[in-house]
């Protein structure tokens, strides 16, 4: 034996260091690694000391890179029980359910509804990287059926509709590019490259307004076994027919990885239950007002005393008076008193920085309508609570004013005007289903609760230069109804206001820049 297997080390493969206080653990399935750090709230010992334990113990014995690559059922069914016998030894032995925390899943997701995707990304714990309307073009035939309506009549008309709503969002593709194009010519100083990558990502952001919410998409999920947990249970538990069949292939798949950690996902009756556990109560309801039919914010409620409930915030955190001492001292406080400590917190901050958790004290509701595809983006800034009702076209839709000069308006609204006829026929089945034939253009309501530190991340990236324009607009809007009843604090938020042709250009040519260095 060399000197070098001598003095290997068998920890090595799963720790980055062997010597240091911080380390990242490497190359274990996620079952043993949520062990390994789980196992710290009760054991004195080093995480390094407790994955040696279990090398020497031989637990991790065909845990470990060569399960993968067993050739044979005998291999294969010997690994299954060495891990059986680890989960039982570890897993369901260990007494406390953070274990689940620290096993990590990704999903692979490759087609799914936008309706579907949007059920699932609405847990806020999760980690999501979807397929963009925004860079890739879809195909006629790209859209879901439900399994709800299979073989009906019903499904034929959603067939039809979608596949009518994708053939003309294909068919607007040559017209709107040569009218971007003639609107924006490039300059000699952008690159030919940059140029047709910005003019693509605003034709795809107006066809998109005709793409139906059946439009297949594919995503990447990352989630905790104990968030996974939870994902799945609301998916098997839908009243959607696709949403059940997704979470039960997400437990057969995640079950192969962490089958131990899953073992308590399934329907749930309270889940299921409570979907619609008002709906009685719903018959009684008035009808809607005269609300908002354009994209717009409406403030429905705050904190009226945020400003002081911030600065109460960041004069506790240095210690002193008690909280109902602190009242009375900032309720004293004069105005520009008030400013100054508020711009003393934010004083060092740059553009990377977010603004100190004092800021969480300031709470705001608003009721935000937006066109859906537009919604498909804010629905990411999960830590807000959202409540989001069916999506139905009772609201109207957006008109991208570029279908004008490309000549596409009147063909717009009569494909607009076909959709909605085939959702009130299908709503008469099941307004939940009728959900997939409406096009991304048709608004919807959604309530947004969230503090201020929220708004100011969502504001500085939703109105930044390259975003869509019907969120920009959205982010002005929140920024404005914040400046309404707290200018000094809505004077914290970083708005950018400024009106731009291409959204993409710079964004593609610092790209085409960076490509070009690394050549």
Not at 87 to 108: C, I, N, P, Q
Not at 285 to 299: C, Q, T, Y
Request: charged share 25%; with cysteine; net charge neutral.
């Amino acid at each position: 034996m060399t000197a070098e297997h001598r003095d290997f080390d068998p920890l090595r493969p799963y720790v980055t260091n062997l010597d240091q206080d911080v380390y990242c653990i490497r190359g274990l399935p996620p079952e043993v690694a949520a062990v390994l750090f789980a196992y710290v709230s009760r054991s004195p010992n080093s995480f390094r000391d407790n994955l040696r334990a279990l090398i020497e113990a031989g637990d991790l014995q065909g845990l470990t890179g060569r399960v993968e690559s067993a050739g044979d059922e005998a291999s294969f069914a010997g690994a299954k029980r060495r891990a059986e016998r680890f989960h039982k030894k570890w897993v369901v032995g260990y007494g406390h359910a953070s274990v689940a925390e620290h096993a990590t899943l990704r999903f692979a997701l490759e087609s799914v509804s936008i309706i579907a995707s949007k059920v699932l990304e609405d847990n806020r714990l999760g980690s999501y990287t979807e397929k963009s309307t925004r860079y890739q073009r879809f195909s006629p035939d790209d859209f879901i059926v439900p399994p709800d309506l299979a073989g009906s009549s019903a499904g034929r008309l959603l067939e039809e509709t979608c596949r009518m709503l994708l053939a003309r969002y294909d068919a607007f593709q040559g017209p709107l590019e040569r009218h971007v194009a003639s609107l924006w010519p490039r300059v000699p100083s952008v690159s030919e490259g940059a140029w047709r990558r910005a003019v693509a990502a605003r034709v795809f952001d107006v066809s998109r307004y005709l793409m139906p919410a059946a439009t297949r998409t594919a995503l990447g999920v990352t989630m905790n076994a104990r968030v996974a947990t939870h994902a799945i249970n609301k998916l098997l538990s839908h009243p959607l027919a696709e949403c059940r069949a997704l979470g039960a292939s997400m437990l057969a798949e995640g079950r192969k990885i962490c089958p131990t950690l899953l073992r308590h996902a399934g329907p749930k009756a309270f889940l299921s239950h409570s979907a619609g556990a008002c709906a009685e109560f719903g018959v009684s309801l008035p009808p809607a007002g005269a609300g908002a039919r354009e994209n717009s914010v409406k403030l429905t409620a705050f904190d009226a005393d945020g400003p002081e409930r911030v600065i109460k915030a960041l004069l506790f955190e240095l210690g002193g008076p008690d909280a109902a001492t602190l009242d009375d001292y900032v309720r004293n406080l004069d105005g520009a008193t008030r400013v100054r400590i508020i711009e003393a917190a934010l004083a060092k901050r740059d553009s990377h920085d977010w603004p100190p958790r004092a800021f969480e004290m300031a709470r705001y509701v608003m009721e935000v309508t937006i066109d859906y595809g537009a919604f498909r983006d804010i629905q990411r800034h999960r830590m807000a609570t959202q409540l989001s009702p069916p999506l139905d076209v009772s609201l109207g839709y957006e008109t991208p004013p570029e279908l004008r000069g490309a000549g596409l308006e009147e063909e717009y609204h009569d494909t607009m005007r076909q959709a909605a006829t085939a959702w009130g026929k299908l709503a008469e089945v099941s307004p939940l289903v009728a959900q997939y034939v409406v096009p991304l253009a048709y608004r919807k309501r959604v309530l947004f609760d969230w503090n201020l530190r929220e708004i100011e991340h969502f504001v500085k990236l939703r109105s930044g230069r390259e975003g869509h324009r019907s969120y920009r607009h959205i982010a002005w809007e929140v920024a404005d109804r914040v400046a309404e009843v707290h200018p000094e604090l809505g004077r914290i938020l970083t708005v950018d206001r400024q009106e731009y042709s291409l959204e993409r250009l710079l964004a593609e040519e610092r790209a085409a820049r960076r490509r070009a260095a690394a050549e």
